[in-house]
DNA sequence: TCTATTTGACCATA
DNA sequence: TATGGTCAAATAGA
């Protein structure tokens, strides 16, 4: 049984490695040539396929008794501690990166905060453009130094056009609309180094995904 | 001089 | 009341 789940979680690691590869790989073939949004797309569907299957067998396979990947499941203290459940219910998409390079936007920092349960702050990012009503907001904070790995939760949806490159159908947050009501932009893609955990999932798929990392 | 970052203070919430 | 989130003045860098 925990073998099983140990497979699991080593399928869905070497998924979310492929989807941030991939990504960026595509990302940079954009910036040079802006009429692969299709396959962008599709490769963002397939993947997210994936590690939806990964996330539900761990879930499942964790706690039996989940009749439905939207029953929330329960998650130990420890890992509580590690990711911070309160942020987790609130249904905000999270990425799990080893660095803090371009994501595709313009973020402004507004601020800094110890964390209690962190030994590490927690920094607060607007996007550059809220001026011009956008509403997309970041936090990132580091979960390990050595390797060196942060955790950034974000929240609203961006309506600014100011990508990089220019590309408007980049990148939008899926299922990050919990502080906005607005259509997310066509063609969601995630971006460089970015593990989408949609809102739309429950938090045991989230727990489960995050174990592995 | 403009823009971004830092940081202390204030506010909201549990 | 403790903690996290945001604001805004001060500061640094280009």
């Known amino acids: 049984m925990e073998m099983m789940v140990k497979e699991l979680e080593r399928g869905l690691q070497a998924a979310y490695q492929l989807h941030i ?7 940079e073939k954009q910036q040079q040539q802006h009429n692969n949004e299709e396959l962008m797309a599709s490769m963002d569907h397939h993947i997210a396929v994936i590690l939806q299957s990964f ?61 209690l349960s962190s030994k590490y702050p927690r920094e607060y990012y ?24 942060y955790r950034v939760v974000y929240s609203g949806s961006h309506t600014c056009k100011h990508l990089l490159g220019d590309s408007p159908q980049m990148l939008n947050f899926c ?31 989230k727990a489960a995904a995050y174990r592995t990392l």
């Open 175 to 205: 299922g990050s609309s919990k502080s906005s009501n607005l259509e997310p932009e066509q063609g969601h893609v995630s971006s460089e180094c970015s593990i989408l955990v949609p809102g739309g999932q429950d938090d045991s798929e």
């Open 21 to 27: 590869e991939l990504t960026q790989r595509l990302i």
């Open 55 to 115: 996330q539900n067998c761990i879930a499942r396979l964790r706690n039996p008794n989940i009749q439905d990947p939207s029953i929330p499941n329960t998650i130990p203290a420890d890992d509580a501690e590690c990711f911070d459940i309160a942020r987790l219910r609130q249904s905000e998409p999270v990425v799990i990166t080893t660095d803090l390079k371009e994501d595709g936007f313009k973020w402004r920092k507004y601020g800094k905060k110890p964390i």
């Open 126 to 149: 607007k996007c550059r453009y809220t001026e011009n009503g956008c509403r997309a907001f970041k936090y990132v904070q580091m979960i390990c130094d050595a390797p060196t790995k």
